[in-house]
């Protein structure tokens, strides 16, 4: 008998399942899957990772004040309250390490983010799920939620996989009513595909109970290359230092991110692509009869009229080279996430759903 047991909550974790990439027997798929970058990264951060190359044999920076710095110049923040991860998934997971734990609840919401569960669990702590309405965060079962057991409440804005936000006012109503130990964390890996909104950076400025993480992932077109920040309060970046390792991002990584984050041609660029797209894409799958709640993100979740139907649905596009995100996991069963491509994709999926359901679907 294997009596070498991990802690508890750790066989209790449903592992993270990525988009998938392939289709059995088709080679020109497009993957729409995990909400990556149409256009891949800019020219800039593709040059400054073939330079980072020939720097390889030394150990990177430690303290990532270049990155922090150039972080610090595109979003007007204070670099000194920045920290870098290998993905904003670096920094949920250290924030659950160092502020979660056994005997601790970890608040996220009914179609919230799979990370804030698995990283809870994988702290020790317990994950308490609370309903949104209607796809929307509802501030209000939160505050019902929370209790002298809460240590991190989790909310992303946009959130994924809905699209949907909450107001800057609702956010700071929460803040302000959370009980004190509580620390709320504001995922804001989509906040940039929304014109005009900071991720709510101006509450955790002045809160010392809100932090906010951000990613390279999405609209900078670097998900491969594993970079994610987090803004809050002197104390609590001081605490998410000490566990981070302190080589925890490679010179190729720090560099890349680095000359992505002052690449505004390329920002703007794709900025204004996926607006165009994804009006585009909400007004053709509307036309086609399909709900679809107005996404501020880089995606649109389809409703559709069964999981059934959704299923059905999913393997169509699949067999037209169309891989697109099944929700079921987060509560979504009749729903499929489509990440917004460029022009050609989106119509080649709105054409392939719209044969689906033409020959009865
Ligand atoms: C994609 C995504 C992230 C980003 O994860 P990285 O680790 O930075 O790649 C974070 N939160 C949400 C809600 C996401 O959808």
């Not at 608040?107 to 799979?114: N, W």
């Not at 209790?147 to 929460?174: C, H, Q, W, Y």
């Not at 009513?177 to 595909?193: F, I, M, R, S, T």
């Not at 002052?262 to 909400?282: F, G, I, P, Y």
């Amino acid at each position: 008998m294997n009596m070498i047991k991990p802690q508890p909550g750790i066989l209790k974790i449903d592992p993270y399942k990525g988009g998938a990439s392939a289709v059995d027997g088709i080679t020109d798929v497009v993957k729409l899957s995990s909400n990556e970058n149409p256009f891949g990264p800019g020219d800039a951060a593709i040059a400054a990772y073939k330079r980072a190359g020939h720097a390889l044999h030394r150990y990177p920076s430690t303290d990532h004040m270049a990155l922090r710095q150039a972080i610090g110049t595109a979003h007007d923040l204070d670099p000194a309250r920045i920290i870098c991860g290998a993905g904003s998934d670096e920094i949920i997971s250290y924030l659950c390490q160092a502020y979660a734990g056994r005997g601790s609840d970890v608040i996220y919401t009914e179609h919230g983010f799979a990370m804030y569960k698995i990283c809870a669990q994988a702290a020790g702590a317990r994950p308490v799920c609370v309903p949104e309405r209607k796809r929307v965060v509802d501030v209000d079962e939160i505050l019902k939620a929370a209790n002298n057991k809460t240590k991190l409440v989790f909310i992303a804005n946009p959130a994924n996989p809905t699209g949907t936000m909450v107001s800057d006012r609702e956010l700071a109503r929460l803040a302000a009513n959370l009980p004190e130990h509580v620390l709320l964390v504001l995922d804001g890996a989509y906040a940039e595909y929304v014109e005009g909104f900071d991720g709510s950076a101006k509450l955790v400025a002045r809160r010392n109970n809100v932090v906010m993480t951000r990613t390279f992932s999405k609209l900078y077109g670097l998900g491969g290359l594993r970079v994610g920040w987090g803004f809050g309060s002197e104390h609590v970046i001081d605490v998410l230092n000490r566990v981070r390792a302190p080589f925890n991002l490679s010179h190729p990584q720090l560099a890349t991110a680095e000359a992505a984050a002052s690449d505004h041609a390329h920002v703007k660029k794709c900025q204004s692509e996926n607006l165009r797209m994804r009006t585009w894409l909400t007004k053709a799958l509307r036309d086609l009869g399909l709900g679809v709640d107005d996404s501020d993100a880089n995606f649109v979740l389809a409703r559709f009229a069964s999981p059934q139907q959704a299923d059905d649905a999913n393997a169509h596009l699949q067999s037209e080279g169309l891989i697109v995100r099944n929700v079921a996991n987060y509560g979504l069963a009749e729903c499929l996430r489509i990440t917004v491509g460029d022009e050609p994709s989106c119509r080649r999926v709105a054409h392939a759903l719209g044969k689906f359901l033409e020959a009865g679907g």
